[in-house]
Structures are given as structure tokens and as C-alpha cells.
């Protein structure tokens, strides 16, 4: 029996998606506008609206694909017109707007109370979802309950979602190796080597897993491919935005147009940490370097200047 899944973003990752469970699946698309709609129409037979309200119309299932600004927005517009009892799901990674909340935060608030939602989260680049190379991702559901049947929508033999209740874990992973993944790019635009890289990616692993616990998650989760799985593409494959950040920003080079998540949830992820009284020095220093404070060498010579500690 088809479901219809309702996809609330037609950009690159939405689409890929979208294409990826389309098999079995009646896939509705929400652009942002009628251009937008038309645009996304062209990559593959789906339906496609710039009316919220018609997508989400007898909705199975509703999957958020859009960026942290209109995250709260698609909330509110689901509160609206999605069937109560639809599951809510997410691709969003990163830090509410303006604030330290991650978004199960939000989404535990503005939905309807007793909505089931969730994350999809993990390493995954929307290019390789769109042709069919295989992906693992975590999938997060607040009602352990529904954890199955969201799954039988969504996995498929080469897009393997792997269930699990820590909903925390999830969403913190996907926040902060942003961060991370900007910090490594800074090592490769300085030239620091790879092993300078490798340090810093373990290091900052360390940061993540001990601030997403401190937010609720759990350690075996930030290990898993919601947590170092994410860490790792992000930290070392060009394809990441966060990383070319970080390249650009590292070699003191003109900084890409279009900023990237992990811009945003630097600052969010240093409030947090602060509040939560863990140490995040490499957090730190990308907040820093993004407000100006430091240059990337005196960044730089100021993590080397910390006294080594265990664990590494």
C-alpha cells in the first residue's frame, strides 16, 4: 500500500530524498513559490505545489527540508493544515535562529500536543542519495511506537535508516559537527597537514559528544552515524559547505555567498556550553574566528597553547 509523503523544501537534499522513496511512495513537493515548484518539477514525475495547504493535504507522512530560518515557520503552517496524527519529520540540522534551542526544542513546543516527530539525520550528501549510491542515516522518532512504521516508508535497500528513541543525540550530532567541520576546514586552508586535521577532528569529537550529552543525548548515539559518521564526511569531503567554509576562512580567501549552518550554530553552541559548563575550546575558536576576535593563526596558537589532557 503507497503512502503519501509530503516534502516541505524541493531543494537539493528534499529532492534527493524524494527520488530515493519515491517507489511505493505518492511524493508531493512544497516550493516556496509557483517558479520554485516548476523548477523542482523537472528532476523527476512528482507532484509538486507552491500551496502548503494542498501538500500537506491527507499527508502520511511530512518531511521538513528546509534551513533552520523557516524552520519554526513550517511548524506553525503544520499545525495548520496537517492531519493531527501525521508523523513530522526532519532533514534540518543546526541550531533554532537566534537562540541555543535545538529543534526538537521547537518542535515539542509548537506542535500539537501528542504530535509524533522526529529527525533524519546522518552522513549523507543530497548528490549521492540522487543517484542511488548508498547512505546510512539515523532515524529519530519521539514515540518509540512509531518508530517502525516511519521506517517501512522510508527505508530502502541502499538508503538504510537505522531506528533509534534518542531524539537529543540526534539533532545535536547533526548541529555541531558543523562547527566542527568548519574548524577542520580552517586546518586544511592554513596547510596544517593532515595530522594536525586528524587531532582536531578527534578533539572536536570529544567536544560534541560531551555537549550533546550535556543537551540529552546519548554517548553511543554521537558515536554512531548521527554523531562521528556525520563528522567525518563533513570534516573531510569538499562536497561539505561547512568544510569550504572553513577552507575559505582558514586561507583568509573571500568567503563563499551563501552561508552555511555551521555559521549560525557556532555561536548557538557556545551559549550552550557556557549554560551547560562543558569546555569547547574548538567551538570557541570557530566563534571567534567568525566574529573577529582572533585571526586563524592566533586561533590557532590558541588551542595549542592548552595543556594536553585525557581523554584524547
Not at 556550553?273 to 596558537?301: F, H
Request: contains cysteine; charged residues 15%.
Amino acid at each position: 500500500m503507497s503512502c503519501r509523503i509530503a516534502i516541505l523544501g524541493a531543494g537539493a537534499w528534499g529532492s534527493a530524498l524524494g527520488y530515493a522513496i519515491r517507489q511505493d511512495n505518492v511524493i508531493c513537493f512544497w516550493a516556496r513559490s509557483d517558479a520554485a515548484a516548476n523548477k523542482a518539477a523537472e528532476r523527476f514525475e512528482a507532484q509538486y505545489t507552491s500551496d502548503i495547504a494542498d501538500a500537506l493535504k491527507n499527508a502520511d507522512l511530512i518531511i521538513i527540508a528546509v534551513s533552520t530560518a523557516g524552520f519554526g515557520n513550517i511548524l506553525t503552517q503544520i499545525n495548520c493544515h496537517a492531519p493531527s496524527s501525521c508523523p513530522v519529520m526532519w532533514l534540518t540540522k543546526g541550531f533554532l535562529p537566534n537562540g541555543d534551542r535545538l529543534l526538537h526544542d521547537a518542535a515539542a513546543e509548537q506542535l500539537n500536543a501528542g504530535a509524533c516527530f522526529g529527525a533524519i539525520s546522518g552522513p549523507s550528501f543530497a548528490a549521492d542519495v540522487a543517484k542511488g549510491r548508498p547512505a546510512a542515516l539515523a532515524l529519530a522518532v519521539n514515540k518509540t511506537n512509531m518508530l517502525e512504521p516511519v521506517q517501512k516508508m522510508l527505508h530502502r535497500k541502499k538508503l538504510r535508516l537505522y531506528p533509534t528513541a534518542d531524539l537529543a543525540g540526534v539533532c545535536a550530532g547533526g548541529a555541531l559537527k558543523n562547527v566542527i567541520a568548519i574548524a577542520a576546514g580552517v586546518c586544511d586552508g592554513m596547510s596544517l597537514g593532515a595530522s594536525a586535521r586528524a587531532a582536531l577532528i578527534t578533539r572536536g569529537l570529544h567536544e560534541m559528544v560531551m555537549l550533546g550529552t550535556a543537551l540529552g543525548g546519548n554517548s553511543d548515539t554521537l558515536h554512531g552515524i548521527a554523531g562521528v559518521g556525520d563528522l567525518l564526511l563533513t570534516c573531510t569531503s569538499d562536497l561539505s559547505r561547512n568544510r569550504r567554509f572553513g577552507l575559505a576562512l582558514g586561507a583568509e580567501k573571500e568567503l563563499p555567498a551563501n552561508t552555511c549552518e555551521g555559521v549560525n550554530a557556532a555561536a548557538a553552541a557556545r551559549r550552550c556550553a557556557r549554560r551547560c559548563g562543558v569546555e569547547s575550546p574548538i567551538i570557541n575558536a570557530v566563534d571567534d574566528l567568525l566574529q573577529g576576535v582572533l585571526s586563524p593563526s592566533e586561533a590557532m596558537n590558541k588551542l595549542l597553547a592548552r595543556p594536553p589532557q585525557f581523554p584524547v
